[in-house]
């Protein structure tokens, strides 16, 4: 289980990757079309989907790292069981947090999918498709939620520390 739980982290931050390579082609492409004087129209738009696709994606791969940005002055400060209670209850929350954003994130691409929404630029894309991703990576991080708040109960978590933190001067 271990091992599909990390491919599944880990083909989410490639897809990320992809989609972070497609912002730049995006943007460059934007660029050269302007010094070029002509027009590739939606290159702004597919920039920001890209864009938010390859964020919303690489939330999970980044808490599995131990990247997400977390206040650890009280969790520092705590020792034994009140430390690992304060670990659960903070887990179990981001979870529920994790799960309302994961639902609303489907229903929203479901709605835009039903209602043919379109995007307001010249590209006219239905919104469903980069909806999608928002979706997808929201689905991903709620997994991953919960991946780390069941290895908390079970003892077997193990907190990645950020290398970020080693640096500060």
């Known amino acids: 289980m271990r091992k599909l739980l990390d491919g599944i982290y880990d ?22 079309s302007r010094q070029l004087s002509f027009y590739v129209p939606g290159t702004d738009a597919y920039a920001g989907y890209l864009m938010a696709a390859s964020g919303f994606l690489a939330l999970a791969y980044t808490l599995k790292r131990g990247e997400h940005i977390r206040v650890t002055l009280l969790i520092n400060a705590l020792k034994g069981r009140w430390r690992k209670a304060l670990e659960v209850w903070a887990l179990a929350l981001a979870t529920f947090l994790a ?41 991903i991080l709620l997994i991953a939620f919960i991946d780390e708040l069941v290895m908390e109960i079970r003892g077997r978590r193990v907190t990645a520390a950020s290398g970020e933190a080693l640096r500060n001067e």
């Open 11 to 32: 083909s989410a931050a490639a897809l990320a990757a992809l989609f972070m390579v497609g912002l730049l082609v995006m943007v460059l492409l934007s660029i050269v």
């Open 99 to 139: 799960l309302l954003f994961a639902v609303y994130s489907c229903k929203l691409a479901w709605q835009s999918r039903t209602y043919n929404d379109i995007s307001t630029g010249s590209d006219a894309t239905p919104l469903w498709i980069p909806q999608l991703a928002m979706a997808f990576g929201a689905v």
